[in-house]
């Protein structure tokens, strides 16, 4: 049968078991329970035995031959047989055993241990028993109450490990590679049990010497298949023996689809794994958690040896933020500081610009008072100007006497301030007539004293008066000098034209910041009553009316 390999990961005797109580088929005059105490005790008798042949009964008298549940877990809750065993089989597992004063056996319980060594001695005992991949149990079920069928478990499994090497050790001695796993069928599910930490003892089972069956359960105890035939005997105790071969029949086929079923549903739990052929079946799951408990090492080293290098970066980044933080910090204090300066700058700058500006207004309006009260002065200087020239009169006539000539004789007698006295020739009667103007210049009077007395009237043109001068007088009598001058112009000899234009350009610059002029001149000559455009360089516009005509607000007009 398939379970006679020691390959499945249940037994003959449990699939038997389960088909007897699935039909009903109770085995008579046996009594399981008893049964499995007694398997029980026996594998804690094996393990007690071996530990006693291992460091001698001295070493191990608290521990008695065949110990009660309650005495083997009394005996080794110290932890020192564990350990000093454990050593025997592996030298130095355990490097230090502390070594208590407490003698168990009279302390009641344990309760008078020392924490201490039974914490340090069972600890390290679990760390070298895991370290050589053997089944481990809990600290606690050496407690009161404890599952002590794991600490069986657990020392069974040594006691293998120690005859694999006592027999050379040959190839890698791996648990449960000589060892039949306990089928993970319903029977053998523990109730609230850690799928992982407790699947370790749900698979256990002891060596083929030791045990011929698998780890016991104390939920759910699965029958050795040195039980087999008792459990065969006892359904077949009270039979005829005409029943039996089909009832036996019955059974087997019974057995065989059972079987079945369990190989089914282990090939289905163990399909999903990455090479999840029958080989896989060999793999004790104990096997299996030791990988993953070192993968899971490895991961956590790993994790944190990226985690410290993470830790380190975000130090590196952290402490150069601060940095960067404490800059800026900095600039802004700066800044504040720099704009609090400047705002007072300028609120200085303002204060005093307001301070000018109101300056300023009290001098432009003490200006513009004083430019008012110019321009009221100026008024009134040019009204009172131009009273005068009207009180000297609007139309004044002046005569000037040409030198006269050697070979002639004159005929002016006399010439006073306003009067010229002229000798009447003899065909017009002899005497002596007398004319008055506002002046008479005499021959020897120069043109700036003829032009003086008209210079105050080129004021009144830009003061918006019209002026007309011109001068009257027989051909050859000096009309032409006293206007323009001579042919051979001086300074001197200007006439009243040109004096007259220069003293009105004169006061158009001195006012050019109040008034603006605009100034024009038109040259015409009047001959013959012909009226001609002295200034024209085109013949055609010679003569009057002229093609082109100059507009001037104020106009002088001088003609001979
Ligand atoms: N006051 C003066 N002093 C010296 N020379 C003068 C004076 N007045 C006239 N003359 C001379 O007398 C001459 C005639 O004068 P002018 O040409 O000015 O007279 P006129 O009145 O303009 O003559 P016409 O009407 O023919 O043009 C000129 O040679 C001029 O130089």
Not at 196 to 212: C, G, Q
């Amino acid at each position: 049968m398939m379970a006679a390999d020691g390959a499945l990961p249940f037994s003959v005797a449990s699939v038997m078991e389960t088909v007897l109580q699935q039909h009903d088929i109770q085995p008579r005059h046996l009594d399981l329970d008893s049964r499995r105490a007694e398997e029980i005790a026996t594998r804690r008798y094996e393990a007690t035995a071996w530990m006693r042949t291992m460091i001698g009964v001295v070493e191990a008298r608290d521990l008695p031959a065949q110990p009660s549940e309650e005495e083997f877990r009394v005996a080794l809750k110290s932890g020192l047989i564990l350990c000093h065993v454990i050593n025997k089989v592996d030298p130095g597992s355990v490097p230090k055993v502390v070594e208590g004063p407490c003698d168990p056996s009279s302390v009641p319980d344990g309760a008078a241990l020392c924490i201490y060594q039974c914490f340090e001695n069972v600890r390290n005992f679990l760390v070298a028993v895991e370290q050589m991949g053997l089944p481990t149990f809990e600290a606690s079920d050496l407690e009161q109450g404890g599952k002590s069928f794991r600490v069986v478990n657990c020392i069974l499994a040594l006691k293998s490990y120690h005859d694999w090497k006592q027999t050379g050790g040959n190839g890698t001695w791996k648990f449960g590679g000589n060892l039949k796993p306990i089928a993970s069928g319903k029977n053998f599910v523990r109730k609230n049990s850690d799928p992982f930490k407790n699947s370790l003892s749900r698979f256990i089972s002891m060596n083929e010497a030791s045990m011929n069956g698998q780890l016991l359960e104390t939920e759910n105890v699965e029958m050795p298949d040195s039980s087999l035939n008792m459990l065969l005997r006892a359904v077949l105790f009270d039979k005829k023996p005409d029943e039996i071969p089909m009832l036996v029949e019955s059974v087997l086929g019974k057995v065989m689809e059972e079987f079945e079923n369990r190989i089914a549903n282990q090939f289905e739990s163990t399909k999903e794994t990455p090479t999840g052929d029958s080989t896989l079946l060999k793999h004790t799951t104990d096997e299996i958690k030791v990988n993953d408990k070192k993968c899971a090492l490895v991961k956590k080293d790993e994790n944190l040896h990226k985690n410290s290098i993470s830790n380190e970066e975000k130090g590196r980044k952290h402490r150069k933020y601060q940095i960067l933080l404490d800059i800026q910090e900095r600039d802004i204090k700066a800044l504040k500081q720099t704009l609090l300066t400047t705002k007072a700058g300028m609120q200085f700058m303002q204060a005093k610009f307001h301070e000018e500006i109101q300056n300023l207004g009290l001098h432009v309006h003490g200006l513009a008072t004083a430019a008012s009260g110019y321009h009221r002065v100026l008024e009134e200087n040019r009204k009172l100007y131009n009273q005068v020239q009207d009180l000297k009169g609007n139309i004044r006539v002046y005569c000037r006497v040409r030198p006269g000539r050697s070979d002639f004789q004159s005929v002016v007698d006399n010439i006073e301030e306003g009067t010229i006295s002229i000798n009447s020739p003899v065909k017009y009667g002899k005497g002596c007539r007398s004319f008055n103007f506002n002046k008479v210049f005499g021959p020897s009077a120069t043109q700036a004293e003829v032009f003086a007395d008209t210079r105050p009237l080129i004021r009144s043109v830009l003061d918006g008066y019209n002026v007309c001068i011109f001068a009257y007088g027989q051909t050859g009598s000096g009309k032409t000098h006293t206007m323009t001058g001579p042919k051979d112009l001086t300074e001197n000899s200007q006439g009243v034209n040109y004096r007259a234009l220069g003293d009105l350009f004169f006061l158009a610059e001195q006012r050019k910041d109040t008034f603006q002029y605009v100034v024009s001149v038109q040259m015409i000559e009047i001959y013959n009553e012909q009226v001609r455009d002295l200034l024209a360089t085109d013949g055609l516009n010679k003569r009057y009316p002229f093609l082109l005509l100059h507009i001037a607000t104020l106009t002088s007009k001088f003609e001979h």
